[in-house]
């Protein structure tokens, strides 16, 4: 029998050609947004150096700017991860790259957009194959990953999404190989483990760091109590297997509980009722989250086009809960007809609701086909976590964030590796049975 898990130690070069070509295809579009989609086809979405109007990129831009020009001044003592004063992350990596080369425009960032964005496309494949998809249907379905026009923020532009979503599948990777029986695989797995939970640092997005350390604090019980059924029913060797996943998720959890942000005071109230059978650190997270949706989000960021949702409020983790079908309904569905081809709040914005219903249709496709997938790999428990991970960040960003702009771009990498496995599982089923007949 083929060892499933022998193709992530061969077939290196091939592994290389397929990055290498996701890498300049990603590169050659984001200099053809900055260079001429945006200042010569669409100008009035052209807020200048290549990047669109109204955009979060803006603000990294020019604080990265700031950053280079204090480095050049003062040396590179002067140089820091997060803006001193905005705090992101993103600001301190364009200000690494402009002092780095000395060029303060946006298109030295490319290169590096290409390197995350070619990296994750190449787990997402890799990801595939250890579902036992074949190369030609993994590689088909991996093309949608690296192509969709919403991709094209964090390619073209300066963006978070490119780090986080290699974050991501970082931790997928390091999922899917925690269960293999060698030794190289799990080594890997602490890696990839590792390095994602760096990445999340790194990025700045705190709420992945204690979210994915949750998840991996849940992962480790499921880990220990299969080994300890497996050792009453089936024997010392499953439960040395089971035994060394649940090593490796306590390494990765041990990291993520070192990376855990500081605690800041919470100065911000909310009407709240409290669930005297819920334990109180649990509750605190919900809690935390309704400050977000009910007080910071409704006063400094609501009324935005694409608005969702706005009017519904938190008080307990009961309306959490009440709302779970609603939140992965936004979360897979949108953006809604009502938001296709409409007027967004820049062009840049109207150029995408003319765009994003080609990608909706795709997913909704896709859906149908899920839960095909979900019984064909009913016994692979790596993607069970997986499908959970992706469940909780979807449903995360919904509720935390009413607004379809932030919910299209955050959720892409979960719906889209989802879309993948249910097309690609779908197309091999179709295969073998066209095969047999």
């Known amino acids: 029998m083929r060892n499933k898990w022998a193709l992530f130690t061969g077939d290196y070069k091939f592994y290389i050609k ?21 200042p010569i086809i669409f100008p009035s979405a052209h807020w200048k150096d290549g990047l669109m109007v109204g955009g979060d990129w803006v603000q990294f831009h020019t604080e990265g700017v700031e950053i280079a020009k204090r480095v050049q001044q003062e040396g590179w003592s002067a140089w820091t991860l997060r803006h001193p004063i905005s705090g992101q992350a993103m600001s301190g990596i364009a200000g690494l790259f402009y002092a780095l080369t000395g ?51 964090w390619v073209s532009q300066i963006h978070k999404d490119g780090l986080y979503i290699l974050g991501m599948y970082l931790t997928f990777l390091s999922l899917a190989l925690a269960f293999s029986n060698e030794i190289k695989k799990n080594v890997i797995s602490i890696l990839a483990g590792v390095l994602g939970a760096f990445v999340f640092f790194t990025v700045g997005r705190e709420y992945a760091l204690k979210i994915v350390y949750y998840f991996y604090a849940i992962f480790l019980f499921i880990s220990l109590l299969t080994a300890t059924i497996n050792l009453a029913w089936k024997g010392k060797e499953s439960f040395l297997r089971y035994g060394k996943t649940a090593l490796i998720f306590l390494v ?33 997270l919900f809690y935390t989250l309704a400050v977000w949706r009910n007080e910071i989000w409704a006063q400094y960021l609501s009324g935005r086009p694409g608005a969702i949702d706005e009017d519904i409020k938190f008080r307990s983790v009961e309306d959490f809960i009440e709302y779970t079908p609603r939140a992965l309904t936004v979360g897979f569905f949108s953006p809604f007809p009502r938001f296709w ?44 976590l997986v499908f959970l991970m992706c469940l909780g960040f979807v449903w995360f960003h919904v509720v935390a964030e009413p607004n379809v702009g932030p919910i299209v771009r955050k959720r892409y990498g979960y719906v889209m590796l989802l879309s993948a496995v249910s097309y690609s599982t779908a197309t091999e089923l179709w295969g073998r049975r066209k095969g047999k007949e």
């Open 341 to 384: 081809f409409s007027q967004g709040s820049t062009t840049g914005g109207t150029i995408a609701r003319y765009i994003t219903p080609f990608e909706a249709i795709y997913l909704w496709l896709a859906w149908l086909l899920l839960p095909i997938a979900l019984w064909f790999h009913r016994k692979k428990l790596w993607f069970w």
């Open 252 to 284: 990765i959890f041990t990291t993520y509980g070192l990376l855990q942000p500081q605690t800041q005071t919470q100065t911000i109230q909310t009407q709240w009722y409290w669930n005297p059978y819920i334990p109180d650190k649990v509750e605190n």
């Open 103 to 153: 060029i303060h425009k946006p298109w030295v960032l490319l290169p590096f957009n290409a390197f995350l964005h070619a990296s994750a496309g190449l787990i997402l494949y890799i990801l595939l194959r250890l579902l036992d998809i074949s190369k030609k249907t993994a590689l088909i379905f991996t093309i949608p990953f690296i192509i969709f026009p919403t991709s094209l923020t």
């Open 18 to 38: 397929l990055w290498l070509a996701f890498y300049l295809y990603s590169l050659t579009v984001g200099l053809l947004v900055q260079f001429v989609i945006l």
